[in-house]
């Protein structure tokens, strides 16, 4: 427990994933001027160095956010204009995570909740969230984000994103998503949630899509599903696919991933096995 690091992975092929449909998430939902919670259950420390140590060793930042950053597309134009804000000078030095993602597209009148267990991450996060300007509107919990969700829901207006973007090394974090997410959709049926999860060749991330989509027809939620596959080297330790299973979708979110899908994908791969996935359910 607590050996990952999510410096090592910064910027990442994942991130690239996963922040990209994040920020069509927060961009679509404040199109309305209703106030918004935005909830991260699994925060990370908020910025990361792409020339520290950990960024260094794994050097996943080359594969991801530095090939985005060479090619100018459409499709990266929102994520590149954030990475950009974080850096002063041309040389990118410097990846936002989630929770400074959210933070700087926060409105007046939005609220962002941050949740964070690691004892050296959560200090290294309280420290960042300090230095931005709009600090008092976010809230940062030392606590568990699987289990301190539910008192956060449904949030006030009824309008929210949920983040639940686990470490799973430990495997009981497959089953905490399933019940996690049961628990949410019970206070918070209408709220949209974003959930990260590896794609691993082992039994319990081949099992979690149809655990989550059962959870899901029990509920009637609809969903949309999207895949990257960067490579596809048999016995590979590092991860080489991710996906993200959006509930209570907007609309306009799969049109969006079907252009930006073949973009990444091309940008990103590794192989001649690289690929992506987008399907969706409706209710
Ligand atoms: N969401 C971040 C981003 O996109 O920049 C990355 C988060 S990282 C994948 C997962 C984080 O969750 C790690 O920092 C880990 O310490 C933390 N963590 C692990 N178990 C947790 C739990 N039960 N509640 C809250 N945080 C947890």
Not at 22 to 38: D, M, N, R, V
Not at 148 to 172: T, V
Not at 193 to 198: H, R
Request: glycine letters at 6%; hydrophobic letters at 45%.
């Amino acid at each position: 427990m607590f050996s990952y690091r999510h410096a090592f992975h910064a910027g990442g092929h994942a991130d690239m994933l996963k922040h990209l449909v994040l920020i069509e998430l927060i961009h679509y939902l404040q199109e309305k001027p209703g106030a918004i919670t935005f909830i991260d259950t699994h925060a990370g420390a908020g910025i990361y160095k792409l020339q520290d140590g950990f960024s260094q060793v794994s050097k996943e930042a080359q594969l991801g956010i530095e090939r985005l950053a060479a090619k100018v597309m459409p499709a990266f134009e929102n994520l590149l204009q954030q990475v950009q804000f974080e850096n002063q000078t041309e040389q990118l030095s410097i990846y936002p995570g989630s929770p400074f993602i959210l933070a700087r597209l926060l409105r007046p009148q939005d609220r962002l909740k941050l949740f964070e267990l690691h004892p050296k991450e959560i200090l290294i996060l309280q420290g960042n969230v300090a230095q931005l300007p709009n600090a008092q509107q976010i809230d940062v919990y030392t606590s568990n984000g699987f289990s301190g969700l539910k008192a956060l829901l449904p949030p006030l207006g009824r309008r929210g994103l949920i983040l639940i973007d686990p470490a799973y090394e430990d495997k009981n974090d497959y089953r905490l998503l399933e019940t996690t997410l049961a628990e949410g959709l019970q206070r918070f049926a209408t709220g949209c949630f974003a959930l990260w999860y590896p794609i691993l060749p082992r039994r319990e991330s081949i099992a979690l899509v149809d655990r989550l989509k059962k959870v899901l027809a029990n509920y009637s939620r609809p969903w949309l599903q999207a895949e990257l596959r960067v490579a596809n080297v048999p016995g590979e330790r590092r991860l080489q696919a991710s996906g993200m299973l959006i509930v209570n979708p907007p609309w306009t979110l799969k049109e969006k991933l079907a252009l930006a899908l073949p973009e990444l994908k091309t940008a990103l791969a590794q192989d001649s096995k690289a690929s992506f996935h987008l399907s969706s359910a409706e209710v």
